[in-house]
């Protein structure tokens, strides 16, 4: 009776009599027409003032929805259902707080789900950008996006400056014949609409010398260091400019090869657009260098030693280092090329770029680490900080298109609607704008950051405990107010002079003047078991390499060797003797822990890796265990290293070397897992 055709492809098909008895008796399951849900924005990006009416114009051929509202910690804050009249529901929403936030809309049919949507908004407190004159926050915009709508969103994320570029082909399209269009001149009149000020990147080329490439002959250098000049002629409010931006790298110094042509064009454009500017504009910062990530000690020292120092006000770094503490690691690699050719002394440091792009970490880990790294770099010295993208820069799922805090206006999810490290940068700019970092306290250091800044005749104190922990609060005021990561404020009462809170991996702000001995651990108990991730992108990691043979150095691994979140991994293809991955906890919680490893790997590449990796485990700075495991093997999965007692403190870890003899096969590092169950 049953009847199966084979089709090219293997593919098979139920015979018309099959067919037709199964549908007779299957039971009729009745499916509601699916319904298209529109939401259309009151407001750019649905990025809302505290004081406004959070709209939402929602448009299906239904006749009701449903939605729900998720805050950041992912809490169902609000709900509600709502008539649909003429296929249109105006929803008014109000979560009570500040932050960014998820809205899923469901339409329905006689009471039947006929469809749902989701998007995302921002509610952010007024702040009056006019009474800020100190600020070192900068967002980052481009000049073919949008800035009638960015700039009001940059506003409102409370930033002072905004870095774009009038590019230098699109001023002077005839030598020496100026000209600055409509779109350059609106750019600059919203900035002060919106009382906001330009960084200006200078650049970039110019197809009218040395054909379009790096300008290296003297007319070219001459000619660009005349465009600056026509720019702050033009444009007198400017205070910054950037001279180029990443000469180091191939994009941006096309034409060259070398690193001695290279740096020698640096120099000589900095030089001739210093003289050209400075005279007649004293009062505008000249920035220099603004090298990327990549810029080696050797590159950075050849343009220093030239004088370099001599044509620039302050020097620009960028950097994109994954862990956010380990931006001290670049800052003081520019620190002291600086003060090598430069008596010791240091000049105003801006990192004019960093970021995190989502394509990398999750929408969470970009919020959670852009504080962090915003308020490492302001504690090591940093002026001026910007982030970058303001906008992604597309809808493709890619690194660069997804630096933005906001999404791209063609994004699904609707245009520029916030990421929600949107709010935790709106957040930060509010607490810190026209602050003064006074010290890092050292409060269970390893287990507690804490960073003390002055605003005014107020103190400020940034604290996170990535591991978490909690905190005592020392003062003679009645209450503190502690400000969290979305900027919600709470006040806390003291009690004999004392405030208690609970710290974890999202910065607070706590405002309020704290005596001595200012703040204390308090040690918190385990009530349920947590985990603690440490590597690459999350810290805790560092690695030893044989720098003077490329493949014993630690690289990271090709794309498709992934680790256990699908990102990145890390290689040494050759390992030598010395060749190391240490991770390093920070244990809060005194216990027994259960240590895990993720070996990198793809099942369908077989990835070659190391038969021998070993993994040895210190408790307390004591080495207990050594555990050996087949890379190649267990690739792909997480490996039992055992469990064992660990103390408080940063002094645990797991050391990763090989001991294949020949060291002929890559060894692979990711992530490392201590899970401690009470």
């Known amino acids: 009776m049953i009847k199966i055709n084979y089709t090219r492809g293997r593919k098979m098909v139920l015979s018309t009599a099959f067919f037709l008895m199964a549908f007779l008796l299957a039971p009729v399951t009745l499916f509601a027409q699916q319904s298209f849900i529109t939401i259309q924005q009151k407001v750019a990006g649905n990025i809302f003032y505290q004081s406004d009416q ?133 750019f600059i009149a919203q900035l002060a609409a919106n009382n906001l000020k330009p960084y200006l990147v200078c650049a970039l080329y110019n197809p009218l010398y040395d054909n379009g490439k790096a300008p290296v002959s003297a007319e070219g250098r001459m000619a660009f260091a005349k465009y600056v000049k026509q720019l702050l002629t033009h444009y007198p409010g400017i205070e910054n400019v950037e001279i180029w931006n990443e000469p180091d790298i191939g994009t941006f110094s096309q034409g060259l090869t070398t690193e001695d042509q290279k740096t020698t064009f640096y120099y000589n454009l900095l030089k001739a657009s210093y003289d050209e500017v400075h005279p007649t504009f004293p009062n505008v910062k000249i920035v220099g260098m603004v090298v990327s990530d990549l810029a080696t000690e050797s590159f950075l020292g050849k343009i220093l030693q030239k004088g370099a120092l001599s044509s620039m006000n302050e020097y620009a770094f960028h950097s994109y280092i994954p862990v956010s503490e380990a931006i001290v ?76 805090l906001i999404r791209h206006p063609d994004d699904t999810l609707g245009a520029y609607t916030p990421k929600p490290g949107f709010a935790t940068y709106a957040a930060l700019t509010r607490q810190l704008s026209g602050a003064i970092f006074v010290a890092e306290e050292q409060i269970s250091p390893g287990l507690i950051n804490a960073y003390k800044f002055t605003k005014g005749s107020d103190e400020v104190r940034v604290m996170y405990s990535l591991s978490g922990t909690g905190v005592r609060l020392f003062t003679d005021a009645a209450s503190l107010e502690v400000v969290d990561i979305m900027g919600n404020s709470t006040i806390y009462n003291a009690v004999n002079d004392t405030v208690s809170i609970t710290l974890d991996a999202n910065p607070v702000y706590i405002k309020g003047v704290l005596k001595a001995p200012f703040a204390q651990e308090k040690i918190l108990p385990a009530t349920a078991p947590f985990s603690l991730k440490y590597g690459f992108y999350f810290g805790g990691y560092t690695e030893i390499t ?88 267990d690739q792909g999965k997480w490996v039992d290293l055992g469990s064992y007692q660990l103390p408080r403190g940063t002094n645990n870890y797991v050391e990763l070397t090989d001991t294949l003899p020949a060291h002929d096969r890559p060894l692979r590092a990711d992530a490392l897992k201590f899970t401690l169950t009470p």
């Open 54 to 186: 959070k709209e939402f114009v929602i448009h299906v051929a239904a006749d009701s929805v449903e939605w729900a509202c998720y805050d950041f910690w992912e809490q169902k804050i609000l709900s509600g259902k709502k008539a649909v009249a003429g296929d249109t529901a105006l929803l008014n929403i109000e979560p009570g707080k500040l932050g960014w936030f998820k809205l899923l809309i469901k339409s329905k049919q006689n009471s039947a789900v006929t469809g749902s949507k989701e998007t995302f908004f921002a509610i952010v407190s007024n702040f009056d950008l006019s009474t800020v004159s100190q600020s070192a926050f900068i967002g980052q915009t481009h000049a073919w996006q949008s800035t009638d709508i960015l700039i009001p969103i940059a506003k409102k994320m409370g930033v002072k400056y905004v870095r774009d570029a009038i590019r230098w082909d699109v001023v002077e399209k005839q030598k020496q014949v100026y000209t600055f269009g409509t779109k350059e001149d609106a």
């Open 329 to 404: 690691t670049d800052i003081n690699k520019h620190k002291n090329v600086i003060k090598a050719y430069n008596n010791n002394n240091l000049i105003p440091i801006n990192l004019s770029e960093t970021g995190f792009t989502t394509f990398t970490f999750t929408e969470k880990e970009q919020a959670n680490n852009l504080p962090r790294r915003i308020v490492t770099a302001l504690a090591n010295g940093v002026q001026k900080i910007g982030i970058y993208n303001l906008q992604n820069k597309s809808t493709l799922n890619d690194s660069e298109g997804a630096f933005g």
């Open 546 to 633: 044989q720098d003077s043979i490329a493949a014993a150095k630690w690289i990271s691994a090709i794309a498709e060797i992934v680790g256990h979140d699908g990102k990145r991994t890390r290689v040494v293809a050759k390992p030598a003797v010395q060749s190391k991955a240490t991770w390093k906890a920070a244990i809060t919680k005194a216990g027994l822990y259960n240590i895990s490893v993720y070996i990198p790997g793809n099942a369908a590449l077989n990835a070659y890796s190391t038969t021998k990796a070993k993994y040895t485990i210190f408790a307390g700075g004591a080495e207990v265990a050594a555990v050996v495991v087949d890379q190649f093997k």
